[in-house]
């Protein structure tokens, strides 16, 4: 006979009993999902976003659950260092030894070019976008909605213009 509880992250006891004798041991059951109660998980899109402009990976690591099992890949698939800023469209990647559990894409409020940082660059590329010079989409796009409206409008340049010439301050979305 085999008793457990039900299965939970984190260590679980598993008691097997056969023939009147029992013996008990603790396992440790891994979560197969990034979580975190600081940044937004959109398990559905694969994004995480929340973040703001000038975050480190292991500022970000620290803020989620699970991480002595996360790493992050720059555009190029390349893994990068706990000191790298963390810029829109990089992929933070849960693994399990070689397996890989889930990867999520960065979506860092206000940088839309994706060096982590809100700059002219970012700005220029919301103005381009509202001219119809430029189209934005995925996570740039909601990079871009620095004021978390669901879109993408003169607001969001001006709030980011305010946010660049230290008048304002972009909250991460």
Do not use: H
Not at 79 to 103: D, E, W
């Amino acid at each position: 006979e085999i008793s457990y509880g039900a299965f939970v992250p984190g260590e679980n006891t598993i008691t097997v009993s056969y023939k009147g004798k029992s013996t008990t041991f603790s396992v440790t059951i891994f979560p197969n999902q990034i979580t975190s109660s600081r940044y937004t998980i959109d398990n559905t899109d694969g994004k995480i976003s929340r973040i703001g402009a000038n975050t480190s990976l292991s500022t970000l690591i620290d803020s989620l659950d699970q991480p002595d099992c996360i790493i992050a890949r720059n555009s190029f698939g390349e893994q990068v260092s706990p000191s790298t800023v963390i810029g829109t469209g990089m992929q933070i990647v849960l693994l399990r030894g070689s397996y890989t559990l889930q990867t999520l894409t960065t979506v860092v409020t206000g940088d839309i070019n994706g060096d982590g940082n809100t700059t002219i660059t970012d700005m220029l590329s919301i103005k381009s976008m509202l001219l119809g010079r430029q189209q934005l989409t995925g996570v740039y796009a909601q990079a871009a909605d620095t004021n978390g409206d669901g879109g993408v409008s003169i607001t969001d340049f001006i709030q980011m213009k305010a946010a660049i010439l230290g008048k304002d301050r972009i909250t991460p979305r």
